[in-house]
């Protein structure tokens, strides 16, 4: 799967070096261990995207340089994951495992699409989700493996509430399950602080008129917000925040805006803005480092901005080869064994355990113009 080869589109899906193939048609090759890779590639989460494929296929050029997975050569195809996409992914997917076209899954997307899914998949192959999400997922044969809200957002909503006296908050998410569980633990924090919520409110995907929101927001007397928009929609808040100069008087705190997030928002738009996560493409770690250098060399100067949501399917495809390949046809065991950690290739040194238990170390990172630096670890 090669970027520098272009990227057709077929509805549903998206791939690179490869056929798109008819999800009826039988599989011709029983010798190749076929992933499919979910992103969103249109809505509000769409610029995600680029640096998601781009990612998976640093991944994929080191498992099939060696034995791949399972002994077998991998194949990835993409999949568009958005709520947006014209073609449902869940009719795709039960369409593919119906038809024995895929042998597991490795998904980047919110996790509203994530629960329609495991009611499609149930348990049949092995489904690796890899963004931060709100926890408590236990679906057969889901491995969840990134951040949850008790190690991102408690320590981080602490530190700001001491470093500027945070007195009022506000709270912005899209209208699906991880901001409102998300939010539950805020809440939950911002009480233990004897601070204040001042203002909150649930927005529709999309929703690119935020000038009623923010007014409220500067209205309410909020001097702290947690942002929990997704990809185009908390540029287009950042926007009309910056546009508005409230960063003057208001500190915005967020868990899933990352590097092109802030190139979207524009470097005016972005003073005083937090982001809380275990992966940053600043952080000066030598695993960070090995695996910029070689997303670099597979990319060069067409390489996509390096974020923690990219990062993720890197992280993914690795995690899955270690699962089959220390586990085989007994994949489904390791959920009911949490006692023997999973390691696997990790930017953010990350080790799995269960979906409840997920170790890697959380930083801090304040925005300065197109990346977060000033990193403080806080988990």
Not at 368 to 376: A, L, P, S, V, Y
Request: overall charge negative; glycine content about 6%; hydrophobic content about 40%.
């Amino acid at each position: 799967m090669r970027l520098e080869s272009g990227i057709s589109v077929d509805h549903s899906f998206v791939q690179a070096d490869a056929e798109i193939q008819d999800p009826e048609a039988p599989r011709k090759d029983s010798d190749v261990y076929r992933v499919a890779l979910l992103i969103p590639m249109c809505g509000a989460a769409g610029l995600w995207g680029p640096s998601c494929i781009a990612s998976a296929e640093v991944a994929l050029h080191e498992l099939n340089e060696q034995s791949g997975i399972g002994g077998r050569p991998v194949q990835v195809s993409v999949i568009d994951s958005a709520l947006e996409a014209p073609v449902p992914v869940e009719s795709v997917i039960e369409s593919l495992i119906e038809n024995n076209q895929i042998d597991a899954i490795v998904g980047m997307h919110i996790s509203a699409v994530r629960q329609s899914l495991t009611k499609v998949v149930r348990g049949r192959i092995p489904f690796v989700y890899t963004p931060l999400y709100e926890g408590g997922e236990q679906s057969p044969g889901v491995f969840a493996i990134g951040d949850t809200p008790q190690r991102q957002l408690e320590p981080a909503i602490g530190h700001l509430h001491d470093h500027f006296r945070l007195k009022k908050w506000a709270l912005v998410g899209n209208d699906y399950v991880w901001p409102r569980t998300s939010h539950i633990f805020a809440k939950r924090k911002i009480a233990q602080l004897r601070s204040d919520i001042v203002y909150e409110r649930y927005l529709p995907f999309s929703s690119n008129r935020m000038e009623e929101t923010v007014e409220r927001i500067s209205q309410s007397g909020a001097d702290g917000i947690l942002l929990s928009l997704i990809g185009q929609d908390a540029v287009a808040f950042n926007r009309v925040f910056g546009a508005m100069n409230l960063h003057t008087k208001i500190v915005r705190l967020s868990c899933v805006i990352e590097e092109n997030g802030l190139m979207a928002s524009g470097a005016q738009n972005v003073d005083r803005l937090f982001s809380s996560a275990s992966y940053f493409a600043a952080l000066n770690t030598p695993e960070n480092a090995s695996f910029r250098e070689k997303y670099h060399s597979v990319h060069r100067e067409r390489a996509p901005m390096l974020n923690a949501l990219g990062q993720s399917t890197y992280e993914g495809m690795h995690f899955l080869a270690r699962l089959i390949n220390g586990s085989g046809a007994d994949w489904r065991s390791v959920q009911q064994n949490p006692s023997r950690p999973i390691q696997y290739n990790s930017a953010r040194k990350a080790v799995y355990t269960s979906n409840s238990d997920s170790q890697a170390p959380v930083f801090l990172a304040r925005a300065t113009g197109m990346i977060f630096d000033d990193f403080r670890r806080i988990h």
